[in-house]
Every structure is written in structure tokens, then in C-alpha cells.
């Protein structure tokens, strides 16, 4: 079905409100440990603002992910920006009548404390999870999901492996191959590197299985890869060698299928020794402004491939980002908030098409998620006109984007 108008409705509405600063987040100089604390405070309100309904019958959907940790810029984000639609929906009147409460657990990034974290929401009586945030998290509660026949949507796990784990997992975000070809096209296409040195983490599957279909879909282009760096989560601090290899090559352009972490790393110790290299990431880079420590001058003329740029001029990114910016004291979202923010919107969608109401089983529900999403066409924030769609398998298919990092800002490239 079309949705191109619902976005647009729901987001008018959204805008006469008055949206008060809940303190969710600190201002973007704060730590993790801040934001989180007052992100989950924020969470923990507005649920019990939006639990209020007319009926006891409630949608229970939990999220997963890391508010803590390395990974917290993350985890914060799909929180903010999946309880923030949840309270437009309840705003709006429910889904099909019915409020939406919304709870998120912290799993630290963690597999074991992941699989907890949905053994917690289960017993709190979730419906739907809107979760996990990372791959290998995703991978391990997906199992549990699977045994369970319940509905989960991923705004963030973009292995491969996480929906290929059941046919109940669908993404919200680009899958790894994906992400992979679609950078090697668009640095082509672009002219943006002849020669092009990679560095991956080789014990993570986020990074694999960027790095293969890359360096697949290079074979196409009209660059040249000269250097190949592999990392592992056992050394992940000391990037000197991959480095030196890529300077010696000649390399002129640097691509970084990692998270923001070790990219804030690699671009402190590289111009620590004096190089000139052009760097592009993938979505594991978002969040890269918002490490502690770090000079964010040396992130400037970076490249991403991504869904979202929070300094777009299209209508509804503007509106979710002053939004988000009125709830979370003026903390920035990023695309991994942008996608939760779609993915609750769309879990709304479908829902609304199959005609469910909260009284359901998780697993009939699970099964009429199932059929209506291999059948939705959905246009968000992070879509182009034409929408998202989703295969039976549970990948996305959309149009992506690329950002670079001017003046400390995210901005679209043409």
C-alpha cells in the first residue's frame, strides 16, 4: 500500500503540539554516561504519560541496544527518537485506538546481557521488539525472537546474518552487502579517490561484510584499491601499521567500514603523522562528532554513506529534527535515531493494514507483521519519495545518501 501521505499527517499534527524539554539528553559536549542517564529518565516519563488510555489493552513494544558504553551515541539515539514517535502516535490517537507503550533496555553492547535484556521486556510483556541496535546483539536475540514467533524490526542491525537468522527479522537500515556496493559505486561514480586503502575490523560482521561486497564491486570501478588493514577487537588502539600501508601506497582515499570509535582513532593518529588521506565511512560512522576527547576538526571533509542528514531541507526531516531537538535538549539525532523514528512509524503502518489489536498472541501478530511488510511500501524520513520496501527475506530497499562533515555539520552531497 502507498504511504506517502501518512508520514506527512501524523508529522502535521505532530507540529501544533508543544512538545516540552524533557532533559532526555545532555548537550552533545556531555558524556555517554550522562546522556544515558538522562535519556532513560526521559523514557521512563513519557512512557507513563503515554501509557494512559482509555483501555487497559496497550501496544507493548521494547528496543534493545547500548545507552552505555562505546557504543551509546548509538543506543541513545533509537531510544530518543522511538519514544518520541511513540508519544506523536499516542498524541494522534494510538494505533488502530490503542496507546503505544514503549520500554528500552541497555545491553552494554553485550551478546549475553542483550539476550537478558528481551527475557526482561518479555516478562514486562512485550508485543513487538524495535530492536536490537547492533549486528551481533541482533544475531543473538534474533535466535530467541525465532523460537518465540515474535515480530522484530532491527532500525540498526544491518548484517546480513541478523535477518537471515528467521524469516520474523525484517531491517529498517541498509544491509552490510548493501552498504558495501552502494559505497564502491557512489566513490566511483564520483570520482572522489584513484587510489583507495581500506581498513576493517576483521573479527567484526558489520565490517566483513561491508569490506567483501566493496571490494567486489570495486572490480566495476574505476579505482584502484592498494591497500588492505585488518583490525581485530583484540587490537583495536595502535592503527600505525594499516596506516603506513596505506600512506606507502600512495593511497589518496581511506575507507572505513567501521564504527566511529576506532574511525575517531584513525583519523587522530593519522594526522598525528602528517598524512593526507580523504576518508569514507558507512553508517558505523555516524556518531563521530559526539566522541569524548576528540578534535572534531579532523573529522572535517569526511564522507558517509547514509539514509539521513539532519541538515536536509526536506519538510519532514525538519520537523522530526526540531522535534527531537524540543524533547532532548537540543541533542542531535542521527540516522540510527532517524531509522527507529521510521521503524516505529512503519510497525504503525502495518499494524494499522492488518487490522490488529493488542489483545492478539505475540505470534498472531508476529504472522500478520510478517505478510504486511513484504507488502508495505512506507516513505520516511529516511526514504526517498519512492519509499522503502521490504523483501520476504526482511531487507530493506531504498535510495541512499551521502553526507560529508563541513563546519562540524552534517551536509548532503549531491
Known amino acids: 500500500m502507498k504511504m506517502k501521505k501518512v508520514l506527512s499527517m501524523v508529522l502535521a499534527g505532530a507540529m501544533v503540539l508543544s512538545l516540552a524539554a524533557c532533559g532526555g539528553g545532555s548537550s552533545s559536549g556531555g558524556s555517554d554516561a550522562t546522556k544515558a542517564a538522562d535519556a532513560t529518565q526521559a523514557a521512563d516519563a513519557t512512557q507513563a504519560a503515554g501509557g494512559e488510555a482509555s483501555s487497559d489493552a496497550v501496544w507493548k513494544i521494547g528496543g534493545i541496544g547500548p545507552i552505555t558504553g562505546g557504543g551509546a551515541a548509538y543506543g541513545i539515539a533509537v531510544m530518543n527518537a522511538s519514544q518520541l514517535a511513540a508519544d506523536e502516535i499516542n498524541a494522534a490517537g494510538g494505533i488502530n ?10 545491553d552494554e553492547l553485550n551478546n549475553e546481557k542483550s539476550v537478558n535484556a528481551y527475557n526482561s521486556l518479555k516478562d514486562w510483556g512485550m508485543q513487538i521488539l524495535l530492536g536490537t541496535v547492533t549486528s551481533g546483539c541482533g544475531i543473538a536475540v534474533g535466535a530467541e525472537t525465532v523460537s518465540d514467533n515474535m515480530f522484530m524490526l532491527t532500525p540498526s542491525g544491518s548484517s546480513q546474518d541478523v535477518a537471515d537468522t528467521g524469516d520474523n527479522i525484517f531491517q529498517v537500515c541498509f544491509t552490510d552487502p548493501n552498504q558495501g556496493a552502494k559505497s564502491a559505486q557512489y566513490i566511483g561514480e564520483n570520482g572522489l579517490g584513484d587510489k583507495v586503502a581500506i581498513i576493517y575490523d576483521s573479527s567484526d560482521p558489520y565490517s566483513t561484510g561491508i569490506y567483501d561486497t566493496f571490494k567486489a564491486e570495486a572490480a566495476n570501478q574505476s579505482f584502484e584499491i592498494v591497500a588492505e588493514g585488518a583490525f581485530t577487537a583484540d587490537n583495536k588502539t ?34 598525528a603523522k602528517g598524512y593526507n588521506f580523504n576518508f569514507f565511512g558507512c553508517d558505523g560512522m555516524d556518531g563521530i562528532l559526539t566522541v569524548e576527547d576528540f578534535d572534531t576538526s579532523l573529522a572535517e571533509g569526511l564522507m558517509l554513506l547514509t539514509p539521513f542528514v539532519p541538515t536536509s531541507e526536506e519538510e519532514a526531516t525538519k520537523t522530526f529534527v526540531d522535534n527531537y531537538h524540543a524533547k532532548f535538549d537540543n541533542l542531535d539525532p542521527n540516522q540510527f535515531g532517524a531509522d527507529a523514528y521510521d521503524g516505529m512509524y512503519a510497525l504503525k ?49 531504498k535510495a541512499p545518501k ?11 552531497m549531491e
Open 97 to 106: 485506538g490503542y496507546k503505544v507503550e514503549y520500554q528500552f533496555q541497555d
Open 238 to 271: 595502535d592503527f600505525s601499521v594499516q596506516l603506513q600501508q596505506a600512506n606507502d601506497a600512495g593511497a589518496t582515499l581511506v575507507f572505513l567500514p567501521i564504527y566511529y570509535t576506532e574511525a575517531a582513532m584513525i583519523l587522530t593518529q593519522s594526522a
Open 349 to 397: 503502518a502495518a499494524i494499522e493494514a492488518a487490522n490488529l489489536t493488542p489483545d492478539a498472541s505475540v505470534s498472531d501478530i508476529c504472522d500478520a507483521l510478517k505478510t504486511q511488510f513484504t507488502s508495505l511500501n512506507y516513505v520516511g524520513i529516511t526514504s526517498d519519495e519512492a519509499g522503502m520496501t521490504w523483501v520476504a527475506e526482511g531487507y530493506v530497499d
Open 402 to 412: 551521502a553526507a560529508k562533515i563541513e563546519n562540524g555539520q552534517y551536509v548532503m
